[in-house]
């Protein structure tokens, strides 16, 4: 069955701390992973996508990591800022469009 | 550019009631999506469009929900009758290529609907 799991599912972290989220998958055969970050009450934008030959990809303080061996990804956020508080949902593309999405993980960012 | 538009926002409506949410897409995007997104199920792709034609409506939940999308710059997604189990956020998205090659999948604000 064709999943996507994250965790932690929250997460409570002060300002100019570093935090990491972690992103499990089974989606195959695997064609890319993204990473999107959800204000409240805006739609998804997304912060970085990943192939199966890209092991880390950057966006500013966004730091994406994919294992497609043991099909894990990270996203690291770097000295946080209180914009950072959002959900941040894993997004994996296997076969056509068969598009799983993760149930995110809820960032909060706290002065 | 505008990035994908939404309308209405917001929607309170009474059980019973039609609903039709509108969507614009990004200019030169070939590809248009509908997901819904609520607490207990997070984001769900009902349907999508390639260049105007439905390819996929495997995630509609039922003949109540239909979608539309007669030209290039627009789409309808319609709920009747509407029942309370419909509240959700409404997403429409635009890409200009497959997600599987890589392309950005770009969001618009959501429609928030309320059924009551």
């Known amino acids: 069955k064709n999943q996507v799991e994250q965790s932690p599912q929250s997460l409570i972290i002060l300002e100019g701390k570093n935090c990491t989220l972690q992103c499990n998958y089974t989606v195959s055969p695997f064609s890319n992973l993204r990473w999107y970050k959800q204000d409240t009450g805006r739609g998804p934008v997304s912060l970085t996508i990943?192939?199966?030959?890209?092991n880390t990809k950057s966006n500013g303080r966004y730091t994406a990591t994919l294992d497609a061996d043991t099909k894990q990804s990270s996203l690291h956020i770097t000295a946080s800022q209180l914009s950072d508080s959002a959900s941040y949902i894993c997004?994996?593309?296997?076969?056509?469009?068969?598009?799983?999405f993760g149930a995110g993980t809820r960032l909060f960012v706290k002065a | 550019d505008a990035g994908v538009i939404q309308s209405p926002r917001h929607e309170v409506t009474e059980m019973g009631q039609e609903v039709t949410l509108r969507c614009k897409p990004i200019s030169g995007h070939d590809y248009l999506f509908w997901y819904r997104q609520t607490m207990m199920r997070g984001l769900e792709l009902l349907i999508y469009?390639?260049?105007?034609?439905?390819?996929?409506d495997s995630g509609m939940p039922e003949d109540r929900f239909s979608a539309k999308m007669p030209n290039a710059s627009f789409s309808t997604l319609k709920i009747q009758p509407s029942e309370p189990r419909d509240s959700a956020v409404y997403f429409c998205?635009?890409?200009?290529?497959?997600?599987?090659?890589?392309?950005?999948?770009?969001f618009g604000e959501g429609s928030w609907l309320t059924v009551v």
């Open positions: 990943m192939t199966f030959s890209e």
């Open positions: 997004v994996v593309s296997g076969r056509g469009f068969k598009t799983i």
């Open positions: 469009f390639n260049n105007n034609v439905p390819i996929d």
């Open positions: 998205a635009s890409s200009p290529g497959t997600p599987k090659a890589g392309n950005t999948i770009y």
